[in-house]
């Protein structure tokens, strides 16, 4: 019988044993109790044993939100494998690049989704399986690839898994680096295991719960969702949302108490109406992703006088850093709060040092929520995840071996009581509706199209959406180029929120700076001084 979860798995497990018949999860108009949720679990990991799966082998996830997503999560690890969340908004382009970039074996994904994934898997050449959802027409047959049924997976004898530690690896969550392709951030069991019960903790979550999981499950932020709840025996309601509306009608319709987002849908949600009685339920509403505008704020808490605002932030390399209490909302909006509970937050200056009060530093965080690096990347991991110096607060000159900590890249200050305020971001990713781009990702794209000589990807400022994309781009050698046909091909070949709101089209070459790089930052300045 099991005491504590060390193991992501063992998170549905304890709560099955303690309450088989309370309901995990809610995807329309179906419920799946926690008995239910962990022998579907436990049938998906046999039959990924059935199909050969080595332990550390990943498994990658191509789904919208619903059952099958969350029991592939968490069955995954259970067999001894590592799960690896797709962002249902992916091209087949970038899939097929994760895919490749961490060695998948086994794709989960839907009929549909495979019938747009097949040009391109047959480059994935660690990938031998793809689990597909049940449906009525036949299976797709995609040459040199094992084609299995979701419902002949769970059909197969129960195995045990491959043993495992909390140690080990868990999950590879993608995310946008400062450079090119996105890169994978390798996360433990001990990381997602004690960032839920951190953040279920100051949380309050419970038994009576129910969170709605409204953000991507490819996002740490919206898989915490599911692992906070099923921590606590909560349920949690899956969302695939067309409209803020849809989210207004849902946390009345299924009752919700708990909602995590991101501001520019708080900025959409902000300007509807909300129905009276959703306060009376909807016990928080917490806020990551980038800075809560005051206005939004303001208005969410008069909708909801009885509702307690969390104003969290994080990043995927270390899950969860900080939070400001709900008390402290009102003297000081503008904080991203106090470490959360088993976390340590510093504030460095460059040579390692502890900044003085209100000093600007580089927000440092040490703990077990730190996650294993980035996938097959030692060059980004160096740069992100370093030793703490001797002398930093907790470590001793005693000690011998070296603890990694989590160098954000972000520029903070603490004051004389230990908030934190975020100042602003060392490199130049973007940051819109949540998502955080890369430039250069976006650049990649453009160029692929072969519609531009050179361009420059930025980030402008935008009320709603954090930042929107602006491009300058220059015509191909001997050619023209006009804009509304590069947008129509931006549109074909990247996800919504990746798109350009803009694309000034000048004739080139751009300006370089003494490296000669394309001078970004001059460009941008410019492009600025000119609106």
């Known amino acids: 019988m099991l005491h504590d979860a060390t193991l992501l798995p063992e998170l549905i497990a304890l709560s099955a044993q303690r309450d088989p018949h309370a309901v995990a999860l809610t995807y ?40 099958e997503t969350v029991i592939a999560s968490f069955g995954a690890p259970a067999a001894g494998g590592v799960f690896v969340p797709l962002n249902p908004l992916l091209k087949p382009e970038q899939v097929a690049y994760i895919l490749r970039d961490c060695n998948v074996r086994v794709l989960v994904t839907s009929p549909e989704r495979l019938a747009l994934l097949a040009p391109v898997l047959a480059a994935c050449h660690d990938l031998h399986q793809v689990v597909v959802l049940d449906s009525d027409p036949p299976l797709p047959a995609v040459a040199g690839l094992s084609i299995s049924r979701w419902s002949e997976l769970l059909a197969a004898p ?5 043993r495992v530690i909390d140690t080990d690896m868990l999950a590879i969550l993608y995310t946008s680096g400062s450079t090119g392709k996105p890169k994978g951030v390798v996360l433990s069991h001990r990381n997602m295991v004690a960032g839920a019960k951190s953040v279920a903790s100051y949380l309050e979550n419970r038994p009576g719960d129910t969170l709605l999981a409204a953000l991507p499950l490819s996002f740490d932020a919206g898989f915490s969702q599911l692992t906070t709840a099923f921590h606590a025996g909560a349920r949690v309601v899956l969302l695939n949302y067309l409209l803020p509306r849809d989210v207004l009608k849902a946390l009345e319709r299924e009752k919700v108490t708990g909602l995590t987002a991101v501001p520019p849908l708080y900025i959409q949600l ?16 917490a806020n990551t992703g980038g800075r809560m505008p005051g206005e939004t704020l303001a208005a969410l808490r008069a909708r909801l006088p009885k509702t307690q605002p969390f104003l969290m932030y994080g990043l995927t390399e270390a899950f969860r850093s900080t939070y400001l209490p709900p008390a402290e909302v009102e003297r000081r909006p503008d904080s991203i709060g106090k470490a959360i509970p088993n976390a340590e937050i510093l504030v460095l200056r460059d040579d390692g040092t502890p900044c003085a009060a209100n000093e600007p530093g580089e927000l440092v965080h040490r703990g077990a929520l730190v996650g294993m690096g980035y996938w097959n990347d030692a060059e980004k991991t160096a740069e992100r995840y370093k030793p703490l110096p001797v002398h930093a607060p907790g470590r001793e000159a005693g000690l011998v071996l070296p603890e990694l900590a989590v160098f954000s890249g972000d520029t903070v200050r603490m004051d004389e009581e230990g908030f934190l305020y975020f100042v602003g971001r060392r490199d130049e990713m973007m940051k819109t509706s949540g998502y955080r781009v890369s430039p250069t990702e976006v650049e990649e794209i453009l160029y692929e199209t072969k519609l531009v000589g050179e361009c420059v990807a930025f980030g402008v400022e935008h009320a709603t959406l954090g930042q929107v994309i602006q491009v300058i781009a220059t015509p191909p050698p001997g050619g023209t180029l006009d804009a509304a046909t590069l947008l129509v091909e931006c549109r074909a070949r990247m996800p919504a929120y990746m798109v350009p709101a803009g694309i000034d089209v000048r004739q080139g070459p751009l300006p370089r700076n003494p490296n000669g790089k394309i001078d970004r930052k001059s460009l941008t300045t410019e492009w600025g001084a000119s609106k």
């Open 158 to 162: 129960v195995r045990t898994g491959h």
């Open 28 to 67: 329309q108009q179906q419920s799946l109790r926690y008995g239910e949720l962990h022998d579907a679990v436990t049938r998906f990991a046999s039959g990924l044993m059935d199909l050969g799966l080595q332990r550390g082998e990943r498994v990658a996830i191509y789904l919208e939100k619903r059952f």
């Open 270 to 285: 902000s300007q509807l109406e909300w129905t009276a009685g959703i306060t009376e339920h909807l016990r928080y509403f």
